[in-house]
Nanobody, 122 residues
Framework: QVQLVESGGGLVQTGGSLRLSCVAS????????MAWYRQAPGKQRELVAD???????GYGHSAKGRFTISRDNAKNTVYLEMSSLKPEDTGVYYC????????????????WGQGTQVTVSS
C-alpha cells in the first residue's frame, strides 16, 4: 500500500518561512506528477504548486514568487519551500501524487496525504 506522509508544517509569524516535505512510501512502479494543495478554513482546496517527474513546475496564483516546489525522485519526495508567508497562507497543506502502479498508464491512480497544518500569525 502506498502512502504519502507530509511533514514540516507549524506556526510561523508573518514574513517567515517554512519547508514542507512529502514522502511516498510503499510499492509502486513510479511517481508521475506531484503537487501541493491547501485548504483554508471554510474554503475549497486549491492548487499551490505542482511538478512533473521531469521537473516542470507550475504555481497557483497565490504561490508565485514566494513558494518553490522541488522533488527528489531518488527519495520519492516532494518539497515546498515557502517564504514571505502571510496570514492568508494559513491552512492545511496536502500532498498529492499521481502514482504509476505499473508501466501501463491505465493503472495510474491518484493519492493524497493526510495534510499538515500551516498557521501564519499576524
Amino acid at each position: 500500500q502506498v502512502q504519502l506522509v507530509e511533514s514540516g508544517g507549524g506556526l510561523v509569524q508573518t514574513g517567515g518561512s517554512l519547508r514542507l516535505s512529502c514522502v511516498a512510501s510503499g510499492t509502486f512502479f513510479s511517481i508521475n506528477d506531484m503537487a501541493w494543495y491547501r485548504q483554508a478554513p471554510g474554503k475549497q482546496r486549491e492548487l499551490v504548486a505542482d511538478i512533473t517527474s521531469t521537473g516542470i513546475r507550475g504555481y497557483g496564483h497565490s504561490a508565485k514568487g514566494r513558494f518553490t516546489i522541488s522533488r527528489d525522485n531518488a527519495k520519492n519526495t516532494v518539497y515546498l519551500e515557502m517564504s514571505s508567508l502571510k496570514p492568508e497562507d494559513t491552512g492545511v497543506y496536502y500532498c498529492f501524487a499521481d502514482v504509476a502502479k505499473s508501466d501501463s498508464p491505465e493503472e495510474d491512480y491518484e493519492l493524497w496525504g493526510q495534510g499538515t497544518q500551516v498557521t501564519v500569525s499576524s
